[in-house]
């Protein structure tokens, strides 16, 4: 999946960002950034019991979006939706795993530079 990394000033303090080439995966952004970073030993040890063979199925939900893990395939969705029909993607479960690794080293850099 082809992403990008970008700071954003808000006030006197700047942001990381990450951003999907495919619009299809603005929730995965969204979910990255909100519910990822505030849990994510949390999230981590959810995909990992999925990814071990420990677990078939686990669920995470975080302050916007909710994660239904499976062996192959997670599926991310809006929680917050008025209509319970928010935007959702489905994402390779290794993959994600991986970007979700990727994406809290570089917030950690990222803090660690602009403190």
Do not use: H
């Amino acid at each position: 999946m082809l992403r990008k990394y970008r700071i954003i000033s808000v006030g006197s303090k700047k942001r990381l960002l990450i951003d999907f080439e495919d619009e299809k995966y603005e929730i995965l952004s969204i979910f990255l950034e909100s519910d990822v970073i505030p849990f994510e030993e949390w999230v981590k040890e959810r995909f990992s019991k999925v990814l071990s063979g420990e677990s078939q199925y686990e669920e995470v939900n975080g302050n916007v979006c909710g994660a239904e893990i499976n062996s192959q395939t997670t599926k991310i969705s809006d929680n917050l939706a008025y209509d319970g029909e928010g935007a959702s993607c489905i994402v390779d479960t290794k993959e994600l795993y991986e970007i979700i690794v990727e994406w809290c080293e570089k917030v950690k850099e990222f803090l660690d530079e602009n403190p």
